[in-house]
């Protein structure tokens, strides 16, 4: 389990689709974010892991510097392990030297091309921000190459999607975690744009491969997984409260993120950094989570479909257990898409395929394999401080 | 906007990771360009390959058995499917000896568990390489489907490395000697499989019903067979 810490609902911008607009409000303490880590030592988890997430964290560099210098030295002696998730304007060469040297994980959010950007992730002043953003992407890149990017895809920004996806592609960003604004407005058409910008994805997907490149598109590589490890699938799927937990800047925690903002009154609370974690509470919203979806039973895709995301359903519908259109169509299509890629790849026998999906040691083969090429510097894996 | 469930949908024609993991040449045969120019990466290929074959003899040790972690030479010999304990004691003083499997019994399981997978056999003979040992006439053949199959039985057993007991107790480990052969053959064109008797023990069920275990881990280690080839592409 990983503890999110949403250190205030300030942000230096304001994406329209943003599921908690950002306010004014409390800043999370120290003392409040070191109680948070205390708990994380106090699971029987062998590492803990630590979200700094706003509104904008890079809002507060001090309070992320203070609370990774306690991590680093915690009296539990457990590893702790950080990652941040910034729009990228503060993100500047000496935090990215910082995280470095931390080992702190840092995602940045871009949309891709400037248009498709620009129509959403704006400036709290209302000025573009894909000029801005870009620099500090590169410059993230070259000190991180395989730093996550988070892109959303809007019903009126669909059609870039594939040329977004081959952009960053081109600029060299190896980790893309693509997903939609499920609460957007979609439509049969706007849907059908989607599911041509697909195709095209997917015709990617085989040339990249094809090219032995290292690449990962969350989109198919989730849902090839959810054929290739099926027999352990079902146990990687989202289960509310249970993963993580959510901190607001009082403290109060919450089953995920987007439950954050609905405040300590709600009945999406869970406790406090003080108290605890209020088992009851957490029990009953995993329990109404984990019921049967409406209209899934039946479905042949059931078990590999991502309807098991309540957050994601509470934030489309309203409630945890039914599920939108826009997700049961996606994934549908997904599936097909990523299915086909499957055995095309797997007919002819690709080697990059083969290795990345079905080796249990690929990932350490990669890293040798880009420590050889110095695509990472082995300096930069460890922490000299 | 709609939606409605998928009522219906095929499997997808690429394997799971537990099917491609039973046939572990297949990754060991489809190594990227780049890491063949390694000889960091193809190094710890090896070394993590052998790993890998270790961790899944104890990941799949449910229903579908185990299979041994034999190297093979060529990527055309079936890993060992362990169905069966395979070793055991018979002599004077024991109370509840096994059951051996005849070569003719282990054959006729052998080509009817085949047979139900549409995979006849011929009498052409078919000899199977080996490193240590003579060539070995491999039991069963099939010149269409390109697999010829050997069973380790007590005919074959100190031809094939089994090691006598001085004794007036004689042991028995057919599952090493067949670890031991798969780690010998070699073969070009045609897939090997290696079977081998399960000894079942006596000591709780009569000499009929553990003829017929027998029988059925047997068949057990055939059907694995017909699924690693199938992986394969041979099938």
Same mark, same amino acid.
């Given at each position: ?29 120290? &003392? ?33 510097? #203070?609370?990774?210098? /306690? ?35 840092? %995602? ?15 400036? %709290? ?20 190459? /395989?730093?996550?990017?988070?892109? &959303? ?6 059609? $870039?999607?594939?040329? #977004? ?16 604004? /499920?609460? !957007? ?30 690449? $990962? ?15 352990? /699938? ?25 439950? %954050? ?18 088992? !009851? ?48 169509? $996606? ?14 790849? $797997? ?13 249990? %040691? ?19 894996? &460890?922490?000299?401080? | ?16 990771? *537990? ?25 710890? *290929? ?5 790993? +890998? @074959?270790?961790? *899944? ?117 057919? +599952? ?39 029988? @059925? *881990? ?18």
């Amino acid at each position: 389990m990983h503890f999110t810490l949403h250190l205030s609902s300030a942000c230096n911008m304001k994406c329209d689709y943003c599921y908690a607009p950002p306010r004014d409000g409390a800043v999370m303490t120290e &003392t409040v974010g070191r109680r948070v880590m205390d708990m994380a030592a106090e699971t029987n988890e062998n590492s803990c892991g630590i979200v700094f997430f706003g509104g904008e964290p890079l809002l507060h560099k001090n309070l992320v510097h #203070s609370l990774v210098e /306690y991590g680093e030295h915690h009296p539990s002696g457990k590893p702790f392990h950080f990652k941040v998730t910034t729009n990228g304007v503060l993100l500047d060469d000496d935090f990215i030297a910082y995280a470095v040297r931390h080992g702190i994980v840092t %995602a940045l959010s871009l949309d891709g091309t400037a248009p498709a950007h620009d129509a959403h992730r704006r400036l %709290a002043n209302g000025m573009p921000s894909w000029d801005r953003v870009l620099p500090r992407l590169k410059a993230l890149l070259t000190a991180r190459p /395989y730093s996550p990017v988070f892109t &959303t895809v809007n019903p009126d920004t669909a059609p $870039y999607l594939s040329d #977004s996806v081959a952009f960053l592609m081109g600029l060299g960003v190896k980790y893309m975690i693509v997903s939609l604004n /499920y609460a !957007a407005d979609w439509t049969d058409k706007t849907f059908r744009i989607l599911e041509r910008e697909y195709k095209k994805l997917a015709a990617l997907y085989l040339q990249w491969t094809r090219e032995e490149r290292k690449f $990962y598109f969350s989109p198919f590589e989730v849902k090839l997984s959810s054929h290739i490890n099926r027999h352990c /699938y079902q146990k990687e799927r989202c289960e509310l409260a249970k993963k993580q937990v959510s901190v607001d800047a009082g403290g109060f925690l919450y089953p995920c993120v987007q439950f %954050a903002s609905m405040g300590p009154d709600s009945a999406w609370c869970i406790g406090n950094v003080f108290d605890g974690i209020n088992e !009851a509470a957490r029990t009953r919203i995993q329990q109404e989570s984990m019921q049967e979806k409406a209209g899934c039973q039946d479905c042949a895709l059931n078990a590999r479909c991502n309807n098991t995301c309540g957050c994601l359903n509470w934030q489309t519908t309203g409630d945890l257990n039914t599920i939108s259109p826009v997700l049961c169509r $996606y994934e549908q299509m997904l599936m097909k898409t990523s299915d086909r890629i499957g055995e095309k790849l $797997y007919r002819e026998r690709n080697p990059q395929f083969l290795q990345k999906h079905y080796n249990e %040691a690929y990932p350490y083969l990669s890293l040798i394999e880009d420590l050889e090429k110095g695509v990472i510097q082995a300096a930069r894996m &460890t922490n000299p401080e | 906007m709609k939606a409605s469930p998928a009522k219906r949908y095929r499997k997808p024609k690429y394997p799971d990771k *537990l099917e491609v993991l039973e046939a572990p040449a297949i990754l060991r045969d489809h190594v990227p360009s780049t890491w063949k120019r390694s000889m960091r990466v193809t190094g710890a *290929l090896a070394i993590f390959a052998g790993a +890998q @074959a270790g961790m *899944l003899t104890g990941c799949i040790s449910g229903a579908q058995g185990k299979h041994a972690t034999a190297k093979h030479r060529s990527g055309m010999v079936a890993p060992i499917f362990m169905h069966g304990e395979g070793r055991g004691v018979t002599g004077c003083v024991v109370i509840s000896p096994p059951v051996f499997l005849s070569e003719e019994e282990a054959a006729q399981v052998i080509s009817e568990t085949l047979a139900k997978a549409q995979i006849t056999v011929s009498k052409q003979p078919y000899r199977i390489s080996t490193a240590h040992f003579s060539e070995i006439d491999a039991d069963i053949y099939s010149p269409k489907n390109k697999i010829a199959m050997e069973f380790v039985g007590m005919n074959d057993y100190f031809k094939m490395g089994g090691e006598p007991t001085n004794s007036s107790i004689s042991s028995f480990d057919f +599952q090493r000697v067949a670890v031991g052969l798969s780690n010998d053959a070699s073969a070009k064109d045609v897939r090997i499989g290696i079977f081998y008797d399960p000894m079942t023990s006596t000591s709780e069920q009569s000499i009929d019903e553990a003829r017929a275990q027998s029988k @059925a *881990l047997l068949e057990a280690q055939v059907k694995d067979f017909i699924d690693w080839i199938k992986v394969q592409g041979t099938l």
